[in-house]
């Protein structure tokens, strides 16, 4: 039977979360934007909150409570979600870690002590991964990796989940390995780059310049860490759109309470319908997206593929979030375009994940690959010549 409710111990999670992420995560987001300050305190208060809350109840602690955990935590601070989702998220991307890499890594993710942040994309492969140019080369009991990561999120990080190639003769996705880098190797260095958004997160260059590791730090077997982390981005990618669809949800919230507020021409803002139906346009969206997102994370719950579903997520739920962003910054009027409000901020931040993790096109074109899969036997398929 199809339910679409929230259980109680979820409801209330929301309920609570919202409201510490508007007491304690939104006095601080301006001032982390404008300091370029990693939010590491509220990070953990958020985590700290987590861990209490669901103590006794783990086995309740499931994708569905990392999604409520986006939605609320971005209405407070987009910065703080993605290393405060706790176990059910870390257990997504640590799926293929040995036993010896959690236990070095796991504790200080889980508490906010450390970040760990993924190195996929370079100059000359971005939505095409399988142009990766970085190498690792086999000496010895180890690996030595070259390359330059040119687009990392949380550069600050602790260690670094690295993609180069291991099989020279092997092309496109294939023969790519990951490997666990801890931040003080030698051979690294680090260039942070100037971003329009998420700015508390410093984003940038990592290079790999002989860089020396055991064997011990691959990642799986090698030669498949491109299919590995396809799993774990269908789940990323709705927790993207969550994080997308909270930031806008607050501020279709502040817009409802400014629209009844402000007088025009004689009348509440909120009593022209042009205004009125704007919002009502982009709650529908939003409502749309949100549940597209939490279907994402119950198919992964319940063992069923969702990459179909992760990439109509990932591009239809920060698109949506922009354009509800953009809409309430204009209904704001000069006062939304001020970074007195967070307005702009959130529209900033959103827009970064428009692209980050994959853009629009790049989802589309898994949606499309599925669409003319089912009888492109008999049809033919999108780029045939015949
Ligand atoms: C905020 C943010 C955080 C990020 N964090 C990380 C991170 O932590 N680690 C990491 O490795 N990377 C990260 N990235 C990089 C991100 O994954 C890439 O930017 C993304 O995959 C796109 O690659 P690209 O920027 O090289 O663009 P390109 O691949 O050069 O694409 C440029 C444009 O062409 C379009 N395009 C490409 N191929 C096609 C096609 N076949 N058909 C139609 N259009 C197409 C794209 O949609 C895009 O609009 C991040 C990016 C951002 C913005």
């Not at 939505?127 to 330059?148: E, P, T, Y």
Request: hydrophobic share 40%.
């Amino acid at each position: 039977m199809l339910d679409f409710r929230f259980t109680p111990a979820q409801d209330a999670y929301r309920r609570q979360l919202r409201e510490l992420a508007l007491k304690e995560l939104l006095p601080h987001y301006r001032r982390n934007d404008e300091e370029l300050r990693y939010p590491k305190e509220q990070i953990q208060r958020v985590i700290r909150f987590g861990n209490d809350y669901w103590r006794g109840r783990e086995d309740e602690w499931d994708l569905i409570a990392v999604g409520i955990n986006a939605e609320e935590v971005a209405r407070g601070d987009f910065n703080c979600v993605l290393p405060s989702l706790g176990a059910p998220y870390q257990t997504q991307l640590f799926a293929d870690f040995s036993e010896a890499q959690r236990e070095r890594w796991l504790p200080r993710l889980l508490s906010g002590e450390a970040m760990i942040a993924l190195g996929i994309t370079e100059p000359a492969a971005g939505s095409d991964m399988g142009r990766l140019q970085a190498r690792a080369v086999r000496r010895g009991d180890g690996w030595v990796i070259d390359g330059v990561k040119n687009s990392v999120s949380f550069l600050n990080a602790e260690v670094f989940y690295v993609f180069a190639r291991t099989d020279p003769a092997a092309s496109g996705w294939q023969g790519i390995s990951a490997f666990l880098v801890p931040r003080d190797t030698p051979g690294l260095s680090f260039e942070a780059v100037d971003d329009l958004g998420c700015r508390a997160v410093p984003r940038g260059v990592l290079r790999l310049d002989g860089v020396e590791v055991p064997d011990t730090a691959r990642v799986g077997e090698p030669g498949s860490a491109f299919l590995r982390i396809s799993r774990f981005f269908d789940v990323n990618r709705a927790v993207i759109g969550l994080k997308c669809v909270g930031a806008a949800q607050q501020s279709i919230d502040e817009t409802v309470a400014h629209a009844r507020r402000r007088v025009v021409f004689g009348a509440p803002m909120a009593a022209h319908q042009s205004v009125s139906f704007a919002l009502a346009e982009a709650e529908t969206h939003l409502e749309l997206a949100r549940w597209q997102c939490y279907r994402v994370l119950w198919l992964r719950q319940q063992g069923i593929p969702c990459q179909r579903e992760g990439a109509m997520a990932k591009w239809w739920a920060p698109r949506v979030a922009a354009e509800a962003l953009h809409k309430c910054l204009l209904l704001h009027g000069h006062y939304g375009y001020s970074r007195e409000l967070p307005i702009q901020q959130r529209l900033r931040d959103v827009i970064g994940w428009q692209i980050g993790d994959g853009s629009e096109e790049v989802m589309k074109l898994i949606v499309t690959r599925e669409l003319f899969a089912r009888d492109g036997a008999t049809q033919g398929t999108p780029g045939d010549a015949g």
